[in-house]
């Protein structure tokens, strides 16, 4: 696990000991590093200067140094909810005033925080415990990649980096996951239960909220374009859209094209690795070749919709939307929509293999090998992304 940041707001020695105890106890010393504010003015200062991964606050607080402590709930509250820098953060707050309890236990349910009484040790240890082991798993992955099918995670097990670890079968918060690891950092990859931009969407969400990792990204295969790709292309998501949004009028159809940029810093990254190595050599090892056509690989748009396409008409049709449009996919959108409206804002790519031309000729020959190519590459962008 990577270290956790906890802040306690406390102003009464022996209740901030026996809180500091509890968390002593729970993390390992070297993975943790607790942080104190005694006053309401210095938990501000914190709040506005730093992240934390755990916030455990008192509400009788003195306003600044050498004041009488009074309840200063609201705005806490206040300060916490609009805080940008840990509006994500797992929050407790634990009051020795009954009454204080009852009174703002609606108002700080509403803003997803623990409330909670001093009085009773063995329920506020129980709940603080609950909130450090929310803390611990989500601390645990750095990175989260997401792949739409099973033959997508399975090509992991091909990556020839010697820093990689494709690691054991674990399950939270209903997500399918299969842990990884590389360069000594911890990752996981999360199978969707269905393919198409439904679920892509329903489970990137939950990850950004559950694993929040810094880095999540998507690996597979797609179909491409003509005129702009060959099968066999490594494609990465420049800007992606839905291509199923928008009005039909009678029998002709108007695109609403909301489309979800790759972030700038990233694109540099892929492109100057996709300049280095245009032939995919760093990519072959005595793993074994891949068995997909060397075409190289592109920084492109993309469109994702919820059916398959194989229809050479249905696809010149979403070739008219966009003139540079280069793959389709049923996933990617799902992802980028995801992380645009997430509070944590990670790193996000995608990556994946051109196996077809959505067309009537699709078939499954080149698939494994595509996913293998789509693997590796992501696994070569984290590896610069994770330095």
Request: net charge negative; with cysteine.
């Amino acid at each position: 696990m990577t270290s956790v940041r906890v802040l306690v707001i406390e102003d009464e020695a022996d209740k901030r000991d026996s809180l500091t105890r509890e968390i002593d106890n729970f993390f390992d010393a070297t993975t943790s590093e607790i942080e104190f504010s005694e006053t309401f003015s210095d938990a501000t200062r914190s709040l506005l200067r730093s992240t934390y991964d755990l916030i455990v606050v008192d509400l009788i607080l003195p306003r600044r140094a050498g004041d009488e402590p009074a309840d200063v709930s609201y705005e806490i509250l206040e300060h916490i909810t609009e805080s940008g820098l840990n509006n994500n953060t797992t929050i407790v707050a634990i009051s020795r005033f009954e009454e204080i309890v009852t009174e703002h236990s609606k108002a700080f349910a509403r803003a997803g925080i623990f409330l909670i009484s001093y009085g009773d040790e063995s329920h506020w240890k129980a709940c603080l415990n609950i909130c450090m082991q929310k803390v611990c798993f989500s601390n645990t992955y750095k990175f989260v990649i997401i792949c739409a099918l099973e033959l997508e995670r399975s090509a992991y097990r091909a990556v020839n980096d010697q820093s990689f670890e494709y690691g054991e079968l674990t399950s939270f918060s209903g997500l399918d996951i299969r842990e990884m690891q590389l360069a000594g950092v911890r990752g996981a990859c999360v199978v969707l239960p269905r393919m198409g931009i439904v679920d892509s969407s329903i489970v990137s969400t939950r990850i950004l909220e559950v694993l929040k990792p810094d880095i999540v990204c998507m690996s597979g295969i797609c179909g491409g374009f003509p005129d702009e790709v060959e099968v066999g292309t490594l494609l990465v998501s420049d800007v992606c859209w839905e291509h199923q949004a928008g009005k039909w009028r009678g029998d002709s159809f108007q695109v609403r094209s909301f489309q979800e940029p790759l972030n700038n810093e990233v694109r540099v990254i892929i492109h100057q690795i996709l300049e280095n190595d245009p032939n995919f050599r760093l990519l072959e090892s005595k793993y074994g070749q891949i068995n997909v056509p060397h075409v190289g690989g592109k920084i492109a748009p993309t469109v994702s919709g919820s059916a398959v396409i194989a229809s050479e008409i249905y696809q010149q049709q979403i070739r008219r939307q966009h003139g540079n449009v280069a793959g389709i996919d049923m996933e990617i959108f799902g992802l980028h929509r995801a992380v645009s409206l997430s509070q944590t804002k990670p790193i996000c790519f995608a990556v994946k293999t051109v196996v077809d031309m959505a067309d009537e000729q699709k078939n499954d020959d080149i698939h494994d090998g595509g996913a293998i190519l789509a693997a590796r590459f992501t696994v070569a962008v984290l590896v610069k992304l994770l330095e």
